[in-house]
């Protein structure tokens, strides 16, 4: 009961250990004709108990005049506020850095002691008057996304930088460079469809700050040039990226009949590809021998095929992407990926509908860090799900946020933290449009109120309905009892039915199974992403009683050598998350202990690789697995068994859907 109480306090009073970090500028990176009597603002996620007044530095372009102001900080809006001393000069690019630290030396520290560790770039240029004088010029050559993001935190070691414009360029005219401190980095430079990708000669240096800049010089079709440098900075972690990248979502899905004669084929994948590998040999449209013509197109994670003319009618048609689509690190497919559907006779012209979203209008005491998200009647055309078609205000606020698209579903992520016991309103304009071009009929508008820093449950959505849920395999051995769906996709391979018994509905490689790995996927990530006051855990959790909250391992766990209790302290309502980075292991007849009116329901287990159950061992809660699960003989789960790639595996089990 101690340690109940030890962890209870500790998640009632802890903030989130997440590090500080800049969430808005002002300027903003890249913005021309500033005022010279420009005050340079930083805003920061959470509020800080410390700042090194010199880790905020202001220089011109060649580093060589330093500007000298005062710095003030507002814990209130969680800003810092530098004023120059004289009036910057005029028609002049200047870089701003905020330096971040280690734990030796922090320059910007929070109140629970996080440290921002990667320093924070970006540069403006000024015009020829103060604020009240200069007028933007909207035709300017603007940068719209990089990879890695500014102040990106464990970059791998093998990474390619990657920045979009917002329109065509002139290749003549492109210019960048990476430094590691005044050190230039050697590489290879390539330009294709607004996107700039950078090869460095060799591997990055470990644990170490990088500044990446796009040169001024470069101009759009038209001779608009970018105004000034865009600078950013990113540190790396210990790590290359050596994981292939996988198709997570397709439309139309696999064997789709009634496909419209406009539709535009889209394919979600796992990670953000290298756009040099994604071209009209590796992507590849057939009817029976014939090939289809049309143009690819990509942006993020998502690969676009728009058919030069309408398909035929009633026709079947296959798509293959070939493995020798690759990410930026230089993984590659492991086979090409396959599907076919069939047309219609019909042109699409039904607009697009909003028909979930989370959290649901007019909710109250949501967490402060979650994700919102948005599940669309059809696959949408990601280029129009943006910040500025799906937004998040307070009153008449915008609030910074990131929007993601795949598949069907839409996420905003708010740059910081909400405030808590606020009334927010979410809208997604009708700017957004569907495959096939058609829009909104009217905006989607919904509001919900924020809570204090309780966590809630992960969102399944339609993998609710399921108590197995697998990616290649579902396998059996004995009188396994189901209770609850089954579902398979993309696999198809399921046997042990009978003697096994299901008492529910199959889905194998359907509409339906499709749809739920996607929500899968989507649940998945939700709780691998929740940051909030993370109570670390490792090695064998067996023995313990732990209260309601967010626990985070940073490699396996394991319940060994005693049973875990979960204590909900009367709370019907308590939720636990657990984040497993590796794998996770119940031993033969251990179990999870439900205390306090805990309920399976509200338990989830996010397992970045495999899970296994020993037998005879009982396990309760929702297992969230990125491979494989294995139940050996005589294990019981009352929750439900979701893997996103691989098999489960089962052996005369008990799966008991909550």
Known sequence: MLLIAILANGLASWAARVAPAVVLTVPANGLAGVGTDQKLEVTFNKALSKFNKKTFIVTTTNGLERIAGKLAYSKKNKKLTFTPKIALTNNTQYIVRVKGGRKSKPNIQDLRGNIMKSDYVWSFRTGSG????????????TVSFTNPVNGADNVDLNAKILATYNEAISASTVDFNLVQGIDPIAG???????????SPASALAADSDYTATLVSQVRDLAGNNIETNYVWSFSTGSSSDETAPIVDFVSPLANATAVAL???ISIDFSEVLNPATVTSSTFL????????SGTVAYLGKTVLFTPAASLSTNSIYTVTITNQVADLAGNALAANYVWSFTTDSVVDSTAPVVQLVSPVDGSIAVALNRSFTANFSEAMDPTTVTTSTFVLRQGTTLIPSTVAYSGTTAVLIPLADLEINTTYTATINTQVKDLAANTMAANYVWNFTTGQNQHEPVVLRTTSTYAILAGSTVTSTGPTIITGDVGLSPGSAMTGFPPGTINGTQHINDAESAQAKLDLTTAYNEAADRSLAPVTISGNLGGLTLAPGLYKSGSSAAISSGDLTLDAQGDANAVFIFQIASGFTVTSGRQVILSGGALADNVFWQVGTSATFGTNSVFKGNLLVDQSISFETGATLIGRALTRIGAVTMDSNTITKP
Not at 130 to 141: C, I, K, N, P, Q
Not at 188 to 198: A, E, N, P, Q
């Open 130 to 141: 103060t604020s009240s004088d200069e007028v933007s010029d909207e035709s300017a050559l």
């Open 188 to 198: 290879s430079l390539v330009y294709l469809d607004k996107t700039l990708i950078f």
């Open 262 to 264: 406009n539709a535009t």
């Open 285 to 292: 449209l057939n009817q029976g021998s014939s090939a289809v």
